[in-house]
């Protein structure tokens, strides 16, 4: 599976990077507002420090001949951009429009079977369905990543489903099992899920017992 950080934090995405763990790296206009400064060079910052990886960079417009014409020019900030287009009615024609051109999209704000029908339909690169907001709603949030799950592979769509909105690491490892092709994680549920409270102390107990044998060099 492929496993994305979620931000738009340079010195995260450099500390990260060196793991050879991630992806890629999804942004959007709410973290890339966090950083400050000039989103367009952030962006080229972020394609640069992981080239073989997919970016997600999501459009600001609203209407829908603008949102097109915006998604081309972030299309070409980069060969390794995913354009971000939200998962609304209204952009249904802009979205195919700009699949047939050949540009590689990300659709956000996912929250149904039927909204990842239509658009792997339309075979765009991802869909992200928002597990904690669907949790917020109601709605059984990794249930949905599953039912979507067995919809594209009940029709061979090749759409890869991205689960978003991961709030801990206990929501990542059920997205995992409930067959999400891509998780998209905040550094912080990174960093957590990288931890376990046994570890420490398994450590310490090898430590110990190794002093036992009073072994100054090994091997």
Not at 61 to 89: C, F, H, M, W
Request: with cysteine; charged share 20%; glycine share 6%.
């Amino acid at each position: 599976m492929k496993l994305f950080l979620d931000t738009a934090h340079i010195p995260s995405i450099e500390k990260w990077v060196a793991t050879e763990l991630l992806d890629g790296i999804t942004t959007n206009p709410s973290n890339l507002s966090k950083e400050g400064g000039n989103p367009t060079e952030i962006v080229r910052k972020i394609c640069q420090l992981l080239p073989d990886g997919d970016i997600s960079v999501e459009v600001t417009e609203t209407d829908p001949q603008r949102v097109y014409e915006q998604a081309l020019r972030i299309a070409a900030l980069a060969d390794n951009v995913i354009v971000k287009v939200p998962g609304a009615s209204q952009y249904y024609e802009t979205i195919a429009r700009l699949a047939d051109e050949g540009v590689p999209m990300n659709i956000t704000l996912v929250f149904s079977v039927a909204q990842s029908i239509f658009m792997s339909k339309l075979g765009v690169c991802y869909i992200s369905p928002f597990v904690g907001r669907l949790d917020d709603s109601g709605v059984d949030g990794i249930g949905v990543v599953a039912d979507i799950r067995t919809a594209l592979d009940n029709y061979g769509y090749e759409t890869e489903i991205l689960a978003a909105s991961i709030r801990s690491v206990e929501k990542f490892e059920q997205a995992v099992i409930a067959g999400a092709d891509c998780v998209t994680l905040p550094v912080e549920i990174f960093e957590q899920a990288m931890a376990h409270p046994l570890i420490k102390p398994g450590m310490e107990k090898f430590a110990a017992d190794w002093k036992k044998l009073n072994i100054t060099q090994f091997p």
